[in-house]
């Protein structure tokens, strides 16, 4: 019967049969209106859900949104709180809170605070005494004309604790990498930094908040917070592109007090990102006392060598000075046994002197016995060094040193070496109050003599116009200090750095031995624990400053 | 077979029904017990106009129940009515439906409970069966005396697309209370009176020559009978005739509980035709096609018509069939007379080039197939050519 069908206007029979007890009530689906069967789906639905809701892992209540006055609760709170349905009809839920927590409940409620973005917890009572923490969730509907809430809490002890047990394991780890004196800094292969410690962040000046967060949207470039490494980046993108861990050594770098080197370790991290990490190590302390040992090294071989060589011609030496004092003896016609051999001989004593004097013998052989004993001098001052000995040490003022050691250098008045100190202004520049130093006085004196000669030398190889120098005595980082300074033509870095190596000299063969500044550093450093500096550039003269410790009675220098 | 003894499976479904002076006091209360909050009342702009809804507001609104007025409604209800009052139903929460008015507002509340309960559109229920969803409840408060609707299984919606009149049978559409009240009707005008007293006879008599009958629908299909024609002109020509429209109010009643059950004939087949394309009034179709449809069912249920004739009247004892027929329809063509329903088809608009169309559609109306005597489509147009 159905229009809209294209049916024939005639149908079957059979059709129009069955359609006419249809019209009767007497098919399949004829029954006068029932709710039961939709009430009974219903009814199992709910009978499902209220199973679902009460196993629900989570503590369920339903209250009236103003008041909070509880309407429903699932089985699950009721075990979790150790109550029973009844006691909870009608209570409110803010009465179960930790006191204090009524307001932030109310909030919560009211829609103030975004439970999707950020859990709020609440202290809820345990069965059988105490509370537990229960993260809870709320979402505020109309039902019936009554504004309902529907509270969740979720018990998150066990989550508050692994999280307490995670912060603790990565602030023991975090407190690990930021107390290890190294600089670490993470990058990504973008370069941005993911990672910095603590030594690092204090050393560039960056603070850990521009360290690349998760989003990966501010984090600091690599070159713009370590640009005194410019090597490093190369190097942690290899690392990043192969995975081997690679050490550079001895970079140099920007220090706190200027240059520094720093050996750099990097290695790949394999937590599935692209990221490694360099382990920056500050070595400058190392490599400067890498090369004092080198010098020392280099020192102690020319020394046992200087003292060997002083030591085989101290033999011959004292051989030659014996030889010219018993000539000299044996000249005199004051002995009785120079007076008999010539009476012997038939040789008139007077008359050889009158010879000898006229031919200015004696004053040759005296020449050859000032220089002998200018040469076992040396010597002696040779083996003094070797021995390394500070038993004359003394307390003596720096000022009067260095008066000694100027009236010695004008005195050395040499011809062949070109150079004469009276045609050198010296200035002195005293401190007032500068107390005495612990020293070998003469070793002292030696020190600045050769400080003075060098100065000199090298004014006059220059051809120095007006040649000056000043020498200034003071305090210096708590030491005692002595610089020899002149206008005389510098030095480039590269002799700069080799000035106390021994036998090294600028001079031509024959003219310098090369020892003079290197026998300073043993005098200052070996047996004075004191410091040598060099200040100078090409064109700019130069400044050799020496630093004795003030405290050098407390005890024999330990190489002593 | 319509007038034979054998009787096959037959079924009955009435509503729960209050009827008496002042049942439609009882409204708020049965909507309440039926967990009713806030009903859609469904009516009409008559029934605004004559205060009666207006009533029925307050005593909702006074039981504590939030109303909700749905009344854009016409006569021969169509189905885009339907849908805006089931909008205004979901939109505004609706959980009832208080219908108060004659025919077409109890079917388009039947209507907006279709398509609440079961969604889609209106015009997707067409047919026997077809709603899969019990409606929401609802208290039916005719006021006129003849659709039935109130306790009927079927709801009649105007498709205004395809411009026909569906039908949507189902037992879901059996109202869950009907409130028969006779005073509501005492505002009927003297002519719909009179359309829906006709329709109630109609109603009586195709039910009892239908070939579904059976023996309790044709006790209240006789009942229905004997009382329009015994009180049908007196509440039309007495509208304050209260004793007449409590009966006439039973008369619907008893023969809306003998066709919901026993269905109906060719006189609903070929009204809903005219109905549905022409949009013309319900009752007075029935009035003029009663009679051509009695001459052609008569022989097919001879004994059957004979008892119609008695019940409204006539004295047939001992006489043979055509006499009897010619006796009946005069009974018809007087009682039509006797409440000023004589125009016919021709008068109504409609002409003979609508015939073939019309007689058509009725061809598919499901009440063809309850008609004693089974018709062509040749045969339905002779009839409507009869009634013009």
């Given at each position: 019967?159905?229009?809209?069908?294209?049916?024939?206007?005639?149908?079957?029979?059979?059709?129009?049969?069955?359609?006419?007890?249809?019209?009767?009530?007497?098919?399949?689906?004829?029954?006068?209106?029932?709710?039961?069967?939709?009430?009974?789906?219903?009814?199992?639905?709910?009978?499902?859900?209220?199973?679902?809701?009460?196993?629900?892992?989570?503590?369920?209540?339903?209250?009236?949104?103003?008041?909070?006055?509880?309407?429903?609760?699932?089985?699950?709170?009721?075990?979790?709180?150790?109550?029973?349905?009844?006691?909870?009809?009608?209570?409110?839920?803010?009465?179960?809170?930790?006191?204090?927590?009524?307001?932030?409940?109310?909030?919560?409620?009211?829609?103030?605070?975004?439970?999707?973005?950020?859990?709020?917890?609440?202290?809820?009572?345990?069965?059988?005494?105490?509370?537990?923490?229960?993260?809870?969730?709320?979402?505020?509907?109309?039902?019936?004309?009554?504004?309902?809430?529907?509270?969740?809490?979720?018990?998150?002890?066990?989550?508050?604790?692994?999280?307490?047990?995670?912060?603790?394991?990565?602030?023991?780890?975090?407190?690990?990498?930021?107390?290890?004196?190294?600089?670490?800094?993470?990058?990504?292969?973008?370069?941005?930094?993911?990672?910095?410690?603590?030594?690092?962040?204090?050393?560039?000046?960056?603070?850990?908040?521009?360290?690349?967060d998760v989003g990966g949207t501010k984090g600091k470039l690599l070159s713009d917070v370590l640009p005194w490494l410019p090597e490093l980046p190369g190097a942690l993108?290899?690392?990043?592109?192969?995975?081997?861990?690679?050490?550079?050594?001895?970079?140099?770098?920007?220090?706190?007090?200027?240059?520094?080197?720093?050996?750099?370790?990097?290695?790949?991290?394999?937590?599935?990102?692209?990221?490694?990490?360099?382990?920056?190590?500050?070595?400058?302390?190392?490599?400067?006392?890498?090369?004092?040992?080198?010098?020392?090294?280099?020192?102690?071989?020319?020394?046992?060598?200087?003292?060997?060589?002083?030591?085989?011609?101290?033999?011959?030496?004292?051989?030659?000075?014996?030889?010219?004092?018993?000539?000299?003896?044996?000249?005199?016609?004051?002995?009785?046994?120079?007076?008999?051999?010539?009476?012997?001989?038939?040789?008139?004593?007077?008359?050889?002197?009158?010879?000898?004097?006229?031919?200015?013998?004696?004053?040759?052989?005296?020449?050859?016995?000032?220089?002998?004993?200018?040469?076992?001098?040396?010597?002696?001052?040779?083996?003094?060094?070797?021995?390394?000995?500070?038993?004359?040490?003394?307390?003596?003022?720096?000022?009067?040193?260095?008066?000694?050691?100027?009236?010695?250098?004008?005195?050395?008045?040499?011809?062949?070496?070109?150079?004469?100190?009276?045609?050198?202004?010296?200035?002195?520049?005293?401190?007032?109050?500068?107390p005495s130093v612990w020293c070998v006085p003469t070793q002292i004196e030696q020190v600045i003599l050769n400080l003075l000669k060098n100065a000199a030398q090298a004014?006059?190889?220059?051809?120095?116009?007006?040649?000056?120098?000043?020498?200034?005595?003071?305090?210096?980082?708590?030491?005692?200090?002595?610089?020899?300074?002149?206008?005389?033509?510098?030095?480039?870095?590269?002799?700069?750095?080799?000035?106390?190596?021994?036998?090294?000299?600028?001079?031509?063969?024959?003219?310098?031995?090369?020892?003079?500044?290197?026998?300073?550093?043993?005098?200052?450093?070996?047996?004075?624990?004191?410091?040598?500096?060099?200040?100078?550039?090409?064109?700019?003269?130069?400044?050799?400053?020496?630093?004795?410790?003030?405290?050098?009675?407390?005890?024999?220098?330990?190489?002593? | 077979?319509?007038?034979?003894?054998?009787?096959?499976?037959?079924?009955?479904?009435?509503?729960?029904?209050?009827?008496?002076?002042?049942?439609?006091?009882?409204?708020?209360?049965?909507?309440?017990?039926?967990?009713?909050?806030?009903?859609?009342?469904?009516?009409?702009?008559?029934?605004?106009?004559?205060?009666?809804?207006?009533?029925?507001?307050?005593?909702?609104?006074?039981?504590?129940?939030?109303?909700?007025?749905?009344?854009?409604?016409?006569?021969?209800?169509?189905?885009?009515?339907?849908?805006?009052?089931?909008?205004?139903?979901?939109?505004?929460?609706?959980?009832?439906?208080?219908?108060?008015?004659?025919?077409?507002?109890?079917?388009?509340?039947?209507?907006?409970?279709?398509?609440?309960?079961?969604?889609?559109?209106?015009?997707?229920?067409?047919?026997?069966?077809?709603?899969?969803?019990?409606?929401?409840?609802?208290?039916?408060?005719?006021?006129?005396?003849?659709?039935?609707?109130?306790?009927?299984?079927?709801?009649?919606?105007?498709?205004?697309?395809?411009?026909?009149?569906?039908?949507?049978?189902?037992?879901?559409?059996?109202?869950?209370?009907?409130?028969?009240?006779?005073?509501?009707?005492?505002?009927?005008?003297?002519a719909l009176t009179a359309e829906t007293g006709v329709d109630a006879l109609t109603h009586a008599i195709e039910a009892y020559v239908s070939n579904a009958n059976s023996?309790?629908?044709?006790?209240?299909?006789?009942?229905?009978?004997?009382?329009?024609?015994?009180?049908?002109?007196?509440?039309?020509?007495?509208?304050?005739?209260?004793?007449?429209?409590?009966?006439?109010?039973?008369?619907?009643?008893?023969?809306?509980?003998?066709?919901?059950?026993?269905?109906?004939?060719?006189?609903?087949?070929?009204?809903?035709?005219?109905?549905?394309?022409?949009?013309?009034?319900?009752?007075?179709?029935?009035?003029?096609?009663?009679?051509?449809?009695?001459?052609?069912?008569?022989?097919?249920?001879?004994?059957?018509?004979?008892?119609?004739?008695?019940?409204?009247?006539?004295?047939?004892?001992?006489?043979?069939?055509?006499?009897?027929?010619?006796?009946?329809?005069?009974?018809?063509?007087?009682?039509?007379?006797?409440?000023?329903?004589?125009?016919?088809?021709?008068?109504?608009?409609?002409?003979?080039?609508?015939?073939?169309?019309?007689?058509?559609?009725?061809?598919?109306?499901?009440?063809?197939?309850?008609?004693?005597?089974?018709?062509?489509?040749?045969?339905?147009?002779?009839?409507?050519?009869?009634?013009?």
């Amino acid at each position: 019967m159905k229009r809209r069908s294209d049916a024939p206007q005639e149908s079957a029979p059979e059709d129009l049969e069955s359609l006419r007890d249809k019209l009767m009530g007497l098919g399949e689906r004829s029954m006068r209106k029932s709710y039961y069967p939709e009430l009974r789906a219903r009814m199992e639905e709910l009978e499902r859900f209220r199973t679902l809701l009460d196993n629900a892992s989570d503590l369920i209540f339903v209250i009236e949104a103003d008041s909070g006055r509880i309407t429903d609760i699932n089985e699950t709170a009721l075990r979790k709180m150790g109550a029973t349905r009844e006691q909870m009809d009608g209570t409110f839920l803010h009465t179960l809170l930790s006191p204090g927590q009524e307001q932030a409940l109310a909030g919560l409620l009211r829609g103030e605070a975004d439970t999707l973005q950020s859990s709020v917890v609440f202290n809820l009572p345990l069965a059988g005494g105490g509370r537990f923490p229960a993260e809870i969730t709320t979402s505020v509907l109309g039902l019936d004309h009554r504004s309902l809430a529907v509270v969740m809490a979720r018990d998150v002890t066990a989550r508050l604790e692994s999280q307490r047990e995670l912060a603790r394991a990565w602030g023991y780890l975090r407190s690990i990498v930021d107390a290890m004196p190294s600089l670490l800094v993470g990058v990504n292969e973008t370069l941005q930094i993911t990672l910095m410690n603590a030594h690092c962040a204090a050393m560039t000046g960056v603070g850990a908040g521009d360290v690349q967060d998760v989003g990966g949207t501010k984090g600091k470039l690599l070159s713009d917070v370590l640009p005194w490494l410019p090597e490093l980046p190369g190097a942690l993108l290899e690392t990043m592109k192969d995975g081997n861990t690679r050490t550079l050594r001895r970079l140099p770098g920007k220090g706190p007090d200027g240059t520094a080197w720093y050996d750099v370790t990097i290695f790949p991290l394999n937590q599935g990102r692209h990221e490694a990490v360099a382990r920056i190590d500050d070595v400058s302390s190392r490599v400067r006392m890498e090369e004092v040992l080198m010098q020392t090294e280099k020192m102690l071989s020319v020394g046992a060598l200087a003292a060997g060589m002083a030591h085989e011609i101290n033999n011959p030496l004292a051989g030659i000075l014996q030889g010219v004092q018993s000539v000299l003896r044996r000249f005199s016609p004051d002995l009785a046994a120079n007076r008999a051999a010539a009476q012997r001989a038939g040789l008139d004593l007077d008359v050889m002197n009158a010879y000898l004097d006229d031919r200015e013998i004696p004053s040759m052989l005296r020449s050859v016995q000032e220089s002998g004993i200018r040469a076992s001098r040396i010597v002696s001052n040779i083996l003094e060094f070797s021995r390394r000995s500070d038993m004359s040490k003394a307390q003596v003022q720096l000022s009067q040193l260095v008066d000694k050691a100027l009236e010695l250098a004008v005195n050395e008045f040499d011809l062949k070496k070109k150079y004469d100190f009276r045609h050198v202004r010296i200035t002195r520049v005293d401190a007032p109050d500068l107390p005495s130093v612990w020293c070998v006085p003469t070793q002292i004196e030696q020190v600045i003599l050769n400080l003075l000669k060098n100065a000199a030398q090298a004014m006059a190889a220059a051809g120095t116009v007006e040649p000056a120098i000043t020498v200034r005595t003071g305090w210096c980082d708590g030491m005692a200090c002595a610089e020899v300074e002149d206008n005389g033509p510098g030095m480039p870095e590269s002799v700069r750095e080799r000035v106390f190596e021994p036998f090294f000299t600028t001079k031509g063969v024959g003219e310098g031995t090369g020892l003079g500044l290197s026998v300073v550093y043993y005098i200052v450093v070996e047996q004075h624990e004191g410091r040598v500096g060099v200040r100078s550039a090409p064109g700019e003269g130069a400044a050799i400053s020496i630093r004795l410790p003030m405290n050098g009675q407390e005890g024999p220098s330990r190489r002593g | 077979m319509a007038d034979g003894q054998e009787l096959g499976l037959r079924k009955f479904v009435a509503p729960e029904f209050v009827f008496g002076e002042g049942a439609s006091r009882l409204a708020a209360r049965h909507a309440i017990n039926l967990g009713a909050r806030r009903p859609m009342l469904v009516t009409d702009a008559g029934l605004i106009n004559s205060g009666w809804s207006r009533m029925l507001e307050e005593e909702l609104r006074s039981a504590g129940l939030e109303c909700v007025l749905f009344s854009d409604i016409t006569a021969n209800p169509k189905d885009h009515e339907v849908m805006a009052g089931e909008e205004l139903y979901r939109c505004e929460g609706c959980d009832a439906l208080v219908a108060l008015g004659g025919g077409s507002v109890l079917d388009c509340a039947k209507g907006i409970g279709v398509v609440n309960a079961c969604g889609g559109h209106i015009t997707q229920y067409e047919g026997v069966d077809t709603i899969h969803s019990p409606l929401p409840p609802m208290v039916c408060i005719p006021t006129t005396s003849g659709s039935s609707a109130d306790v009927s299984q079927f709801a009649i919606i105007t498709d205004t697309t395809r411009k026909v009149k569906i039908a949507l049978v189902s037992k879901m559409l059996v109202p869950d209370v009907s409130l028969l009240d006779p005073i509501p009707t005492t505002t009927m005008s003297a002519a719909l009176t009179a359309e829906t007293g006709v329709d109630a006879l109609t109603h009586a008599i195709e039910a009892y020559v239908s070939n579904a009958n059976s023996p309790v629908t044709d006790m209240f299909a006789l009942e229905s009978m004997r009382l329009v024609h015994r009180w049908l002109v007196h509440a039309v020509r007495d509208p304050m005739h209260i004793k007449a429209r409590s009966q006439m109010c039973l008369a619907s009643l008893d023969a809306g509980l003998a066709f919901s059950n026993a269905i109906l004939g060719a006189v609903h087949g070929m009204a809903h035709s005219l109905g549905g394309s022409l949009d013309l009034p319900h009752g007075e179709c029935n009035a003029i096609l009663l009679g051509p449809v009695i001459a052609f069912n008569f022989p097919s249920a001879p004994r059957r018509y004979r008892k119609v004739a008695k019940a409204l009247g006539c004295a047939v004892e001992g006489l043979p069939d055509d006499e009897v027929l010619d006796m009946l329809l005069g009974a018809v063509k007087m009682l039509r007379a006797e409440v000023n329903l004589n125009r016919n088809l021709g008068e109504l608009g409609v002409t003979r080039a609508d015939i073939p169309r019309l007689a058509g559609l009725a061809m598919q109306d499901p009440c063809i197939l309850t008609n004693p005597r089974k018709p062509a489509q040749a045969d339905l147009e002779a009839i409507y050519e009869a009634a013009l």
